[in-house]
């Protein structure tokens, strides 16, 4: 059985086709929903590019390891090659192992170091872009706009048009590919005719846009104030969100290449595909650009799609971990022994009877403008935000899907707040998170 691993950057669940919420338009994408299991309340473990790889990687909580953060930020610790993987064991068994796109899986070695070939020279790309097309302006910075380049010389289509080109040369033998796709992450910047495919006047605002952040933690009025972003109208999100449909459309059609290489060679029936992404993005949701400081859905709800042999295509509601569930999904498919350190699920156990979480985990812990701890658990209805810093949040995702309200002090919740707050410390305690001692565990569930 062949490996594909198909991670995109900084895509929210609602923009998918398949989940019928938004109309962007992702048919490649759709078409893998529609034929292996697509999960309608997958969430990312920690909504961060480098963390939630690391978690793909190892297949442990990014916060167990010391993945608090982006390691190209501040130093941080990480996965270490010298401990076996999902992908050194496909390796060993004689797997051709290839990484197309962004190396972002640990900061103690690179992609080499874990037993991957490369695949793309993103230099060479680089070089070549320079000489095609000089200097290039992009104006309104990480807002969005046009770009000149064509898009079959885009990087997100040379990764995917390497990788197609790797399974083509590759049929008839084992392979495992990891194409790590760039977009649609913040600044988006379509080409035509993507760049123009959905009008700013068409786009419907966020649903938690118009968020006055009253009684909400006070870093989330300084993210929106060190963005300069202060007053700014849907009007003026607009265009940003029109180019982020804009530029997810683009890469769904780039991954289409792929999905092409593999009927082409015959060998789609014999090939687990593992989509998803490493978490969502705001583009003006909450008023708020980026992904930091917030544990909304916006940027933990993300798409998730295993398909492959001997799996029948259904739509699972159940709640799945994303990042965590790949190592445990590939090691369980290819007949790998279970791993007992790992926090995440095969993506078979959520429709085989197996006991799983009614409830999904995340945490976070602040990026570039200051560091910030953060734990959250949601189930079908409630989300709590345990804040070991400052207040806590809690939301009633019945009565408000935007996470307008903070109902964290409301006495009508209390006693499910502390509920919650129990499960959320069992789990975090269960995948080693080392603010869930009893120095301040006991914070937990009190919405304070």
Not at 26 to 50: H, K, M, Q
Not at 328 to 345: D, L, Q
Not at 396 to 415: Q, S
């Amino acid at each position: 059985m062949n490996v594909l691993l198909l991670v995109v950057d900084q895509l929210r669940y609602d923009c998918v086709g398949a989940a019928g919420i938004r109309p962007v338009k992702t048919p490649n994408i759709d078409r893998l929903a529609s034929e292996g299991l697509f999960f309608e309340n997958a969430y990312t473990p920690l909504p961060v590019c480098a963390p939630s790889r690391q978690a793909m990687l190892t297949g442990v909580q990014p916060d167990s390891i010391g993945a608090l953060f982006n390691y190209n930020f501040i130093n941080t610790r990480g996965a270490d090659p010298a401990v076996p993987t999902w992908v050194s064991e496909l390796r060993n068994r004689g797997v051709r192992c290839a990484f197309a796109g962004k190396w972002d899986a640990s900061p103690n070695g690179d992609e080499g170091a874990f037993g991957y070939e490369t695949i793309f020279d993103s230099a060479a790309w680089s070089r070549e872009i320079g000489e095609k097309y000089g200097p290039i302006d992009y104006p309104n910075s990480w807002f969005g706009c046009s770009n000149p380049i064509a898009v079959e010389d885009t990087k997100t289509w040379r990764i995917c048009k390497t990788s197609a080109d790797f399974i083509r040369e590759n049929a008839g033998r084992p392979w495992h590919v990891w194409v790590d796709i760039t977009d649609p992450h913040l600044p988006c910047r379509p080409s035509a005719p993507y760049d123009t495919m959905y009008r700013p006047e068409d786009m419907e605002p966020w649903p938690g846009f118009g968020d006055t952040l009253e009684g909400k933690p006070y870093i989330q009025k300084k993210q929106i104030e060190n963005w300069h972003l202060e007053g700014r109208t849907w009007e003026e999100f607009a265009p940003t969100a029109a180019y982020y449909y804009g530029m997810i459309s683009q890469t769904d059609a780039a991954i289409g290449q792929i999905l092409d290489a593999l009927d082409e060679t015959g060998q789609a029936d014999d090939t687990l595909i593992v989509f998803l992404s490493d978490h969502g993005d705001t583009s003006g949701d909450h008023g708020m650009m980026d992904k930091h400081y917030i544990l909304y859905d916006s940027v933990v709800h993300v798409p998730f799609i295993v398909k492959g042999p001997g799996i029948e295509p259904q739509r699972v509601t159940r709640f799945a971990s994303s990042s965590l569930d790949v190592a445990p999904t590939v090691e369980a498919a290819v007949g790998m022994a279970a791993e007992s350190t790992r926090h995440g699920h095969a993506a078979m156990d959520y429709v085989s009877g197996k006991e799983t979480p009614d409830y999904a985990v995340f945490t976070s812990n602040g990026q570039q403008f200051g560091l910030f701890t953060q734990r959250g658990i949601r189930t079908d209805r409630y989300k709590y935000i345990w804040n070991a810093t400052d207040i806590d949040e809690f939301y009633d995702l019945t009565l408000d899907p935007g996470e307008l309200v903070n109902r964290a002090k409301d006495p009508a919740y209390r006693e499910i707040m502390a509920e919650l707050g129990e499960k959320l410390l069992a789990e975090l305690r269960r995948r080693g998170d080392p603010f869930a001692s009893g120095w301040i565990g006991w914070q937990c569930g009190r919405g304070e």
